[in-house]
């Protein structure tokens, strides 16, 4: 399978799941016996309960993941086991409380008005053509390193100054995925030769440890008062500073990337579909908001909650572009799926979310049409979905601890974007998965901007009436 794996790398998410239709749904990937590499790989709904809740505790990330992961040393993501059971614990207790999630509520609202706004009627005055995946990277990276470190790093702005550790992220994103496809053998000596994509990722990592230990060094001299995560990890005097640094280091990935790249995906698909749009903005009519002397309208967060449309929209898009299209598990005793596959310890089974998504099995004949309506029961309420079903959060003991702060992002900025500008994608531009192991857009999302006006909504509405949320 190796040439046909080389020959598809750069549609590799598009290959495994026309692989997996035909099948169906599971295939065993076996790569040269030198390897010693041996991949299940599925999209079975039945096999993902089991190896997610029912017999959890068979299926670790394992040795091997957490050398796959290694820049994020032993932070909550790589570790098994008690280490992951306290780190867990903890996280959870802290992301629980009020302060917290007002602090993530006001982030999100100030530099979505204060930053993002300002930004995107810069490109609407000039008519340039800007990259909607670079502004939603530097808003998710300056948004989650305010929430985790209370550290605004200012990327957010006019001049799209440099941010040497966002770039050495999405080097190191790359690099990851080139470790799950080929031998631990083969890249490992690449690691040790300083050759190839292994001297790229440790460039990333030297870049990546030295942003997150200043950021650790100048948090240690603020005020004990802060409601970020880092502030409450540095009041427990036990934390050393490698474990914050993997902490940190840890959240910061996950929010940044993961989020950034809903709100890509989810502003590509509206951009076809523009009766979403008109049904959002119809949402956005009826909640309170603000205008600002600029004529901005801008919304707080919490109004969005109550949102049956816009949240079933960015589900949608989180259905056929989840952030991390594949979750890796190891095998610690042999066991037999659902699906009648046997797995013995040495087997490495992935899960593609990709694939599911697009699976007639599971989702019906309209799989890979964007439908926010399947989302809305017939009585107009958010219809339950099985987390096992929709895996973007993962689910069962390892279910995502940041879903409702990701929610709190997400309805933030689609929110403010669509109530205040009419986002078109520049014609002929290739939107396309990237090689990386999050759901990077390989060319960028070039778009041109402009501000929408009360007249251009009430149009909108009259084009695509009737609303309906019939499925």
């Not at 914050?244 to 929010?255: E, K, P, Q, S, V």
């Amino acid at each position: 399978m190796l040439p046909a794996l080389l020959a598809n790398c750069h549609r590799l998410h598009d290959w495994i799941t026309s692989v997996l239709t035909v099948s169906p749904l599971n295939f065993r990937f076996i790569e040269p016996p030198s390897s010693g590499m041996r991949l299940f790989v599925t999209s079975d709904l039945d096999n993902v309960r089991h190896i997610f809740t029912s017999n959890f505790s068979n299926y670790p990330k394992g040795h091997e993941f957490a050398e796959i992961f290694g820049i994020f040393g032993d932070g909550i993501f790589n570790v098994d086991g008690d280490s992951w059971r306290r780190q867990r614990a903890k996280a959870q207790m802290l992301m629980c409380r009020p302060q917290f999630r007002a602090f993530v509520s006001r982030c999100s609202r100030d530099k979505v008005e204060k930053a993002l706004l300002p930004l995107l009627a810069h490109f609407a005055g000039t008519g340039e053509a800007c990259n909607l995946q670079d502004v939603f990277m530097r808003l998710t990276f300056d948004t989650t390193t305010m929430v985790v470190s209370g550290t605004d790093t200012g990327c957010l702005v006019i001049s799209l100054p440099e941010v040497p550790f966002a770039r050495a992220v999405d080097d190191a994103t790359r690099v990851l995925l080139i470790r799950h496809i080929v031998p631990l053998s083969w890249w490992k000596l690449a690691r040790r030769l300083g050759i190839g994509y292994e001297r790229t990722m440790a460039a990333a990592l030297r870049t990546c440890d030295q942003f997150v230990n200043e950021t650790i060094e100048k948090a240690q001299g603020e005020s004990e008062d802060s409601a970020d995560l880092l502030a409450s990890y540095l009041n427990d005097e036990e934390n050393a500073n490698a474990f914050l640094r993997d902490t940190i280091m840890n959240l910061i990935f996950a929010g940044r990337d993961a989020s950034a790249m809903a709100l890509c995906w989810f502003f590509y698909l509206v951009t076809k579909n523009p009766h979403v749009v008109s049904n959002i903005l119809e949402e956005l009519d009826a909640i309170n908001s603000t205008t600002t002397p600029d004529g901005m309208v801008t919304i707080d967060p919490d109004e969005l909650r109550p949102l049956v449309y816009l949240h079933a929209a960015l589900s949608e898009t989180l259905r056929l572009y989840p952030p991390i299209p594949l979750e890796h598990k190891s095998v610690l005793a042999a066991d037999v799926l659902p699906s009648g596959h046997e797995v013995i310890p040495g087997d490495e089974i992935v899960v593609s979310m990709y694939a599911m998504g697009r699976m007639e099995s599971v989702w019906g004949s309209d799989c890979r049409e964007f439908r926010p309506e399947r989302w809305i029961s017939d009585d107009g309420k958010l219809r339950y979905v099985p987390s096992y079903k929709f895996m973007s959060f993962v689910r069962g003991p390892r279910t995502c601890l940041g879903k409702d702060m990701a929610f709190v992002q997400l309805n933030a900025a689609a929110a403010a974007v669509v109530k205040n500008f009419e986002i078109e994608a520049v014609p002929g531009h290739t939107v396309e998965p990237k090689l990386s192991i999050v759901l990077h857009m390989k060319n960028g999302f070039m778009v041109r901007v402009k501000r929408r006006h009360v007249l251009n909504n009430l149009l909108i509405r009259q084009m695509h009436r009737p609303v309906s949320y019939e499925t």
